[in-house]
């Protein structure tokens, strides 16, 4: 079992960054892939990025390609997700998730889940 606690959110105007984090307990973060997810109000829960074990691998959505980047710090059982350039199209409830071993894009593969955070872009 892992325990995640996301935090970072917040009212940022369009253009603007954001870095949101997601503090994990409870077991080796060395053995878990890494995620970030979204929703917006009335849609699906969506992939946004992911990163493996050793941080060598990266995945990213095309909606946020080339705009947002995700870390890891292992020291501080810390993932970390720098959100530049942002759009109002961002808003939603950004949520980190864990899984064990292989990193993944799909939420169903995940099975620990932050409490998430908001994040709201004026135009």
């Known amino acids: 079992q892992v325990q995640l606690v996301n935090s970072g959110g917040g009212l940022v105007q369009a253009g603007g960054s954001l870095r949101l984090s997601c503090a994990a307990s409870?077991?080796?973060?060395?053995?878990?892939?890494m995620g970030w997810f979204r929703q917006a109000p009335g849609k699906e829960r969506e992939f946004v990025a992911a990163?493996?074990?050793?941080?060598?691998?990266?995945y990213y959505a095309d909606s946020v390609k080339g705009r947002f980047t995700i870390s890891t710090d292992n020291a501080k059982n810390t993932v970390y997700l720098q959100m530049n350039s942002l759009k109002p199209e961002d808003t939603a409830v950004y949520y980190c998730?864990?899984?064990?071993?292989?990193?993944?894009?799909?939420?169903?593969?995940?099975?620990?889940w932050g409490q998430g955070t908001q994040v709201t872009v004026s135009s």
């Open positions: 409870g077991r080796t973060f060395s053995n878990y892939a």
């Open positions: 998730a864990a899984r064990p071993f292989t990193i993944a894009t799909l939420k169903n593969e995940y099975p620990y």
């Open positions: 990163i493996s074990r050793s941080g060598g691998n990266t």
